[in-house]
């Protein structure tokens, strides 16, 4: 790719490694989006598959090349398996993206959260400002899925999750931001009907780990992956007339995805430290 902008060089160079790998990416994830987020992760060309029972996840988490838990929809057996399934990806270097889907909407989901992130670190952990909040903060609450904040409110909930768990956390909003050991990155890629469409939040967790497969830097991956869920997203509103419409241009978008777009579109920027 030619390019002056290093970001965007280096996010096509991860796109295109992604697409000649196909890594396998294991979701233990919710019933609402299963189909969807599968279909993502084929478009952007990576490899789904969705294993939840405790007698295979550990085996399933061995043939992966990364592991998704989102906690979407809750069950006790469900809650065994991604402790079984996050311990086996630790033991052998899988990376774990995860997504506490309404994190403070009830108190026995706030604490599987907790729960799982004491016992074993993700690598990654993904979601939207109202989520991380309540990871963070007791009694911060969540209406369900949406978020009551924008990233910006959860900079410092962020900044201390990820002191707390050594995780990178990629935080959703208007602007995107990755809290990482080295500082901040800044996505400002997307469009306001985003939010309206069930799933894509889901779908960032789901391509955050498949960026994460092919790139062992953590923030970048959770950066290019949300740069990606950006520009698509952009690109599907482009062409459509309301989120039915929408969720067919994404996954259109997300296959067609090419370097020109991303050099003259790409809107990402660091800071240099936390504040």
């Not at 069930?198 to 994460?212: E, I």
């Not at 989120?243 to 050099?263: C, H, K, N």
């Amino acid at each position: 790719m030619s390019t002056t902008n290093p970001a965007a060089g280096a996010l096509w160079q991860d796109l295109q490694r992604l697409r000649e790998r196909s890594p396998l990416v294991h979701s233990i994830t919710n019933y609402v989006v299963m189909n969807s987020t599968a279909n993502a992760l084929l478009a952007l060309g990576a490899s789904p598959v969705m294993a939840h029972a405790v007698e295979e996840v550990e085996d399933i988490v061995g043939i992966a090349s990364a592991l998704v838990i989102n906690i979407g929809t809750l069950s006790r057996p469900w809650v065994d398996a991604m402790h079984l399934a996050m311990a086996a990806a630790r033991r052998r270097g899988v990376p774990v993206v995860f997504d506490p889907v309404g994190a403070g909407a009830s108190r026995w989901r706030t604490q599987v959260c907790r729960d799982l992130l004491a016992a074993t670190p993700p690598t990654i952990v993904r979601g939207n400002a109202s989520e991380i909040r309540a990871l963070h903060i007791a009694g911060a609450a969540t209406r369900g899925v949406d978020s009551r904040d924008d990233a910006e409110a959860a900079l410092e909930a962020g900044q201390a999750l990820a002191a707390s768990t050594g995780a990178v956390v990629s935080i959703s909003g208007p602007v995107d931001l990755i809290v990482g050991a080295g500082g901040v990155l800044a996505v400002g890629n997307g469009h306001p009907i985003m939010p309206r469409v069930t799933g894509l939040g889901c779908a960032a967790t789901a391509l955050t780990a498949a960026f994460a497969a092919v790139n062992p830097d953590a923030a970048l991956a959770a950066a290019h992956a949300m740069a990606v869920m950006g520009l698509c997203g952009e690109e599907a509103a482009a062409h459509s007339a309301g989120p039915g419409s929408f969720q067919v241009a994404f996954l259109d978008a997300l296959y067609a995805l090419d370097a020109g777009t991303i050099r003259r579109r790409l809107r990402i920027e660091r800071r240099p430290t936390l504040h």
